[in-house]
């Protein structure tokens, strides 16, 4: 749970800073730096070594997370809806 969650807010921030560089900027070469290094941990390679593996995992985490969350949603509905019809 809490690996995941940690995968996933990286995967979050990191897509935000490279959606907005405005907030990093990009002018100078110390930006610059800063958004190759975002731009690397956001499609999973930190210096040589790839963690595109670990990034799959953050994905599959988000996809489960949202199925889970539309059945939650669906079942509490149905509930509700039952117990509605049942008074």
């Given at each position: 749970?809490l690996?995941?969650?940690?995968?996933?807010?990286?995967?979050?921030i990191?897509g935000?800073l490279l959606?907005?560089?405005?907030?990093?900027g990009?002018?100078?070469?110390?930006?610059?730096?800063?958004?190759k290094?975002i731009?690397?941990?956001?499609?999973g390679?930190?210096?040589n070594?790839?963690?595109v593996?670990?990034?799959d995992?953050?994905?599959?985490c988000?996809?489960?997370?949202?199925?889970s969350?539309?059945i939650?949603?669906?079942?509490?509905r149905?509930?509700k809806?039952?117990?509605?019809?049942?008074?």
């Open positions: 749970g690996i995941s969650s940690l995968l996933i807010l990286m995967m979050c990191t935000f959606n907005n560089k405005s907030i990093i990009y002018s100078t070469d110390t930006e610059l730096n800063m958004q290094f731009f690397a941990l956001h499609t390679t930190i210096g070594m790839s963690i593996w670990l990034i995992i953050g994905a599959l988000m996809i489960i997370c949202t199925i969350g539309i939650m949603l669906v079942n509490i149905y509930a809806r039952k117990n509605r019809l049942k008074k």
